[in-house]
């Protein structure tokens, strides 16, 4: 995971909220019917930006070049997750720090993985974790709350892909959001893999600090690479070896 600095909330969201508390009293997690469409997809786009394009949980490209695709979330690529749930805590339903872009959180056609076995609509994500029943469906670390920074909390096995933690809580998280599916270690395995090709070529403490600064930057439109913090941790674990 990496960590998410949330920016401003959007002005519909607290335009919102200021409207339901003014009705109601106080937000209650039926509120997230309140916000228009048209606010939906502004906070769509922000939490877009915020995050650089990548799910907050499994760091997978979510939809559109710059800009997310809202107008068919689910289809599209991306979605407006509450971190705490709406069910445990409603009157976080419309707080902006609450609230991350992720993910469809379903693997969509074939993907045979390692076991042989076909993964097509296998959930991981809030998907999985909505799935859960409601007693476990808690998560301990937000990436957009710090302390602790959650990209300090994760590594990544160099042979499978697999993301691991030596925190219980942060395993647990792993475990709800299904982050060791076959098709997600893969993608991760993939962008090590990368990195090491290009280490074979170069092992310079000035490349690695290239390639630091390819996986930390943005591209024009905005986006990160694909599993960013899973090139990050890898380099900067061979910068600290130096």
């Known amino acids: 995971m990496l960590t998410i600095t949330k920016a401003a909330e959007p002005a519909c969201l607290k335009e919102s909220r200021t409207q339901y508390e003014a009705v109601h009293g106080a937000v209650s997690d039926d509120a997230w019917e309140s916000p228009p469409g048209s606010c939906k997809q502004a906070m769509r786009e922000a939490a877009w930006l915020e995050q650089g394009g ?133 993608n991760r395995r993939a962008v090590l893999d990368a990195i090491r090709r290009q280490l074979q070529k170069d092992a310079s403490t000035a490349r690695l600090l290239q390639l630091r600064q390819h996986y930390a930057e943005k591209d024009k439109d905005g986006r990160l690479r694909p599993y960013a913090g899973v090139g990050l941790w890898y380099i900067g674990r061979k910068l600290r070896q130096r």
């Not at 949980?57 to 939809?63: E, N």
């Not at 709406?86 to 009157?91: D, K, M, N, V």
């Not at 602790?148 to 160099?158: E, N």
């Open 54 to 186: 990548l799910c907050a949980y499994c760091m997978s490209p979510l939809s559109g070049t710059s800009r997310a695709n809202s107008a068919h979330p689910e289809a599209g690529g991306m979605k407006l997750e509450h971190f705490e749930a709406q069910h445990a805590a409603g009157q976080r339903t419309l707080d902006w720090d609450n609230l991350l872009g992720v993910c469809p959180g379903v693997v969509v056609g074939r993907s045979a993985g390692e076991s042989g076995t076909n993964e097509a609509g296998t959930a991981h994500c809030d998907t999985h974790r909505g799935h859960l029943p409601p007693e476990r469906q808690f998560l301990s670390y937000s990436p957009a709350k710090a302390p602790p920074d959650v990209s300090a909390l994760y590594r990544y096995d160099k042979l499978q892909g697999d993301i691991q933690s030596d925190d219980a809580g942060a395993t647990q998280d792993i475990e709800r959001l299904n982050l060791n599916l076959a098709r997600l270690k893969r």
